[in-house]
């Protein structure tokens, strides 16, 4: 048995993805301790009933583990530990990466869908209580292919939703025209490739649970996501959250306090203000557009969801500097924050130089040298400045999540 009954959310290369995680368990009341891989150690299943990978991708996150992490994860769930997967996080499981399930990606899919679609429930099961018509949310999926009879599929997808999407395409607006789109898009836009395609896989592995979902249960404000999770933690006894309070006696006191707190206010302020001038700039040229008070649409051919990531990521930083709770934590983040404000210059630099041509031509065109210094060489992935950036925010979270409420 455990010493600690907690779950561990692997927030490295989560981005937009792991702030929606964890901000889900927290509302579904589960005890959540975010970490990053590199925290991953020999310790880890002493520690935790639980890992829970969120989106993003599945390539990155496993570059982000050693050898060694990716086979004490392996030992953790091999021992009786539970593995909760997530669209990018379900992917990492598979043969391409952890090896936990056997499921590997299809590499011709659709790639570009996102929002509400239909669920056929395959399997009768607990995580399907209450949930009377089966809608959920999907943000980009994987394909994932089942290639052993011993993974049960519990649910597979059915029909889209008009609200969703296909890259930037309303599927209301566009569903006539979408064989038109796809040759333009030079990318599949066939809806028909996806019926029955499967969204919630469970399988054994050792004397552990893996559960895969390419469902988003931690989409913000879906009821039947918030039922899933609390199914899903019922179905796993998982640890439920107490209720607490933060003492004052944690917190640095005081007018040192209050000097420190503005001067991390005002760093990352000047950030969000610059962030934001590039998305209105997108705004003023209809390249954005915003789907929901969480997500913001993007015309295709930008780097849309790069942004956002950068632009909800530095809010939740700004609303939970206050937890800063004593001056090793205020140095680390100050200097976590000055670093990532000096990246941030040139990341913005790109996105204003790509959204102007974008606008002025239509077009592709790019300053390749900048762009790969931002982002790297993979044109459909990122790393460069931008990966070390988006990581440094990513640490700064998981200081601010980590601040223990006390009674």
């Known amino acids: 048995m455990k010493k600690t009954l907690k779950l561990a959310l692997l927030v490295s290369d989560s981005h937009l993805w792991g702030l929606w995680a964890f901000q889900a368990f927290k509302r579904a009341n589960f005890e959540v301790e975010p970490l990053l891989?590199?925290?991953?150690?020999?310790?880890?299943?002493?520690?935790?009933?639980?890992?829970?990978?969120?989106?993003?991708?599945?390539?990155?996150?496993?570059?982000?583990?050693?050898?060694?992490?990716?086979?004490?994860?392996?030992?953790?769930?091999?021992?009786?530990?539970?593995?909760?997967?997530?669209?990018?996080?379900?992917?990492?499981?598979?043969?391409?990466?952890?090896?936990?399930?056997?499921?590997?990606?299809?590499?011709?899919?659709?790639?570009?869908?996102?929002?509400?679609?239909?669920?056929?429930?395959?399997?009768?099961?607990?995580?399907?209580?209450?949930?009377?018509?089966?809608?959920?949310?999907?943000?980009?999926?994987?394909?994932?292919?089942v290639i052993d009879t011993s993974t049960q599929v519990l649910a597979r997808f059915s029909k889209a939703q008009d609200k969703a999407y296909l890259a930037d395409l309303c599927i209301a607006d566009h569903k006539d025209r979408l064989s038109h789109y796809e040759k333009k898009y030079a990318i599949s836009l066939n809806l028909q490739l996806m019926k029955d395609k499967p969204l919630v896989i469970e399988s054994n592995f050792g004397k552990g649970k893996v559960l895969l979902s390419l469902i988003h249960y931690d989409t913000p404000n879906c009821p039947n996501g918030l039922k899933l999770l609390k199914n899903l933690g019922n179905y796993f006894n998982l640890p439920q959250r107490e209720e607490k309070h933060l003492k004052d006696k944690v917190l640095i006191e005081g007018s040192t306090r209050n000097h420190w707190l503005q001067r991390l206010k005002t760093l990352v302020s000047h950030m969000q203000k610059e962030t934001t001038k590039i998305l209105h700039l997108g705004f003023r040229n209809f390249l954005f557009h915003q789907r929901y008070p969480f997500f913001y649409q993007w015309q295709r051919g930008i780097r849309g969801l790069e942004l956002?990531?950068?632009?909800?990521?530095?809010?939740?930083?700004?609303?939970?500097?206050?937890?800063?709770?004593?001056?090793?934590?205020?140095?680390?983040?100050?200097?976590?924050?000055?670093?990532?404000?000096?990246l941030l210059e040139p990341i913005l630099t790109l996105f204003q130089k790509d959204f102007i041509l974008f606008r002025e031509n239509f077009s592709k065109v790019r300053d390749i040298e900048l762009e790969r210094e931002i982002f790297g060489p993979n044109k459909k992935s990122y790393g460069g400045k931008y990966r070390r950036f988006i990581n440094l925010l990513e640490e700064v979270l998981v200081y601010l999540w980590r601040v223990k409420e006390v009674d």
Do not use: H
Request: with cysteine; aromatic share 10%.
């Open 308 to 342: 956002q990531n950068i632009y909800f990521m530095l809010g939740e930083i700004k609303q939970n500097l206050p937890k800063v709770p004593n001056k090793d934590i205020y140095e680390k983040i100050e200097n976590l924050l000055w670093e990532g404000k000096n």
């Open 37 to 145: 891989a590199r925290e991953i150690d020999s310790s880890f299943k002493e520690k935790y009933i639980a890992l829970v990978v969120p989106g993003g991708w599945s390539k990155n996150k496993l570059e982000a583990m050693t050898e060694a992490q990716r086979e004490i994860v392996r030992d953790f769930v091999k021992e009786g530990g539970i593995y909760l997967g997530i669209c990018g996080g379900a992917s990492l499981a598979g043969e391409e990466g952890l090896k936990l399930c056997s499921v590997s990606r299809k590499k011709e899919r659709v790639p570009s869908y996102s929002g509400p679609c239909e669920v056929t429930i395959e399997k009768e099961s607990p995580l399907w209580k209450g949930i009377k018509r089966p809608v959920f949310y999907l943000w980009f999926p994987p394909e994932l292919e």
